[in-house]
Nanobody, 117 residues
């Protein structure tokens, strides 16, 4: 079973930056897509960004030009660099990993990101 461990959340002022990390284990599992989702209070979980094993990326319109998703395949880790943060980016951010052909769909425990105005 794939396990995901997130880190890097915290409190930052508007306009600031944070970098989230998510490490997947064990490394023997094949990963098709990794991504970040977020859930603000009273709202549904929404996609932030995804990246496939071939490097294809996808971003929510609300974070384009501000957030960057990347991976270190040797470490089975996905990162989310968040710049120019806004109060509306405040949410719990969840890491996701999906296996090939729907073999599995794993979630991390979530990390809080709070952006103050």
């Amino acid at each position: 079973q794939v396990q995901l461990v997130e880190s890097g959340g915290g409190l930052v002022q508007a306009g600031g930056s944070l970098r989230l990390s998510c490490a997947a284990s064990p490394s023997t599992f094949s990963i098709n897509t990794m991504g970040w989702y977020r859930q603000a209070p009273g709202k549904q979980r929404e996609l932030v960004a995804t990246i496939t094993s071939r490097g294809r990326v996808n971003y929510a319109d609300s974070v384009k030009e501000r957030f960057t998703i990347s991976t270190d395949n040797a470490k089975n880790t996905v990162y989310l660099q968040m710049n120019s943060l806004k109060p509306e980016d405040t949410a719990v951010y969840y890491c996701n990993a999906a296996g090939p052909m729907g073999l599995y769909n794993a979630w991390g425990q979530g990390t809080q990101v709070t952006v103050s105005s």
